[in-house]
């Protein structure tokens, strides 16, 4: 007799429907269209903004960090990536399982610019943490008029 996990229902809550609109439509249709890069499960992500820059943290413990990509064009930030559970036998069949498996993407729009040049990456202790410095801005100064 196998052991099976059964679903939780779903909780629609206002948040819920609109993470899950924001999901829909910001992802890019070449990643939410094909079979390949299906979204399987969604790790957990926290955004944050400082004084100085945004900052974005995403849990994603077992996730080898060759299996992470972490995209930005122009304010749309993607972060991608695959976890695979591997059997330690071959002859090993669940009774019970709950860890989540297969490719995720994640997709946040900036709420400003960011410097490209200077955005960095890291992926310690299963977070990946990445900074995103806000663009200096631009100093007024008062225009001569000929």
Same mark, same amino acid.
């Given at each position: 007799? *196998?052991?099976?996990?059964?679903?939780?229902? @779903?909780?629609?809550?206002?948040r819920?429907?609109?993470?899950?609109?924001?999901?829909r439509?910001l992802?890019?249709?070449?990643?939410?269209? @094909?079979?390949? +890069?299906?979204?399987?499960w &969604?790790?957990?992500?926290?955004?944050?903004?400082? %004084?100085?820059?945004? $900052? =974005?943290?995403?849990? @994603?413990?077992?996730?080898?960090r060759?299996?992470?990509d972490?995209?930005?064009?122009g304010?749309?930030?993607?972060?991608t990536g *695959?976890r695979?559970?591997?059997?330690?036998l071959?002859?090993?069949?669940? $009774?019970? *399982?709950?860890?989540?498996?297969?490719?995720?993407?994640?997709? $946040?729009?900036?709420? *400003?610019a960011?410097d490209? %040049?200077? =955005? =960095? @990456?890291?992926?310690? %202790?299963? =977070?990946? $943490?990445?900074?995103?410095?806000?663009?200096?801005?631009?100093?007024?100064?008062?225009? &001569? +008029?000929?």
């Amino acid at each position: 007799m *196998k052991l099976m996990k059964v679903p939780r229902p @779903a909780v629609h809550t206002p948040r819920t429907e609109l993470e899950h609109i924001f999901d829909r439509f910001l992802t890019p249709a070449l990643l939410r269209d @094909a079979p390949l +890069i299906e979204t399987e499960w &969604a790790p957990a992500l926290d955004f944050s903004e400082m %004084d100085n820059e945004y $900052i =974005v943290r995403l849990e @994603a413990p077992g996730v080898h960090r060759e299996n992470l990509d972490v995209n930005l064009e122009g304010q749309m930030l993607t972060l991608t990536g *695959k976890r695979e559970v591997r059997r330690d036998l071959e002859s090993e069949d669940f $009774i019970w *399982k709950e860890r989540e498996e297969g490719h995720f993407v994640r997709s $946040i729009r900036l709420p *400003k610019a960011v410097d490209m %040049d200077k =955005v =960095v @990456a890291a992926y310690q %202790d299963g =977070v990946l $943490i990445v900074h995103l410095p806000k663009l200096e801005p631009a100093v007024k100064s008062k225009i &001569a +008029i000929k």
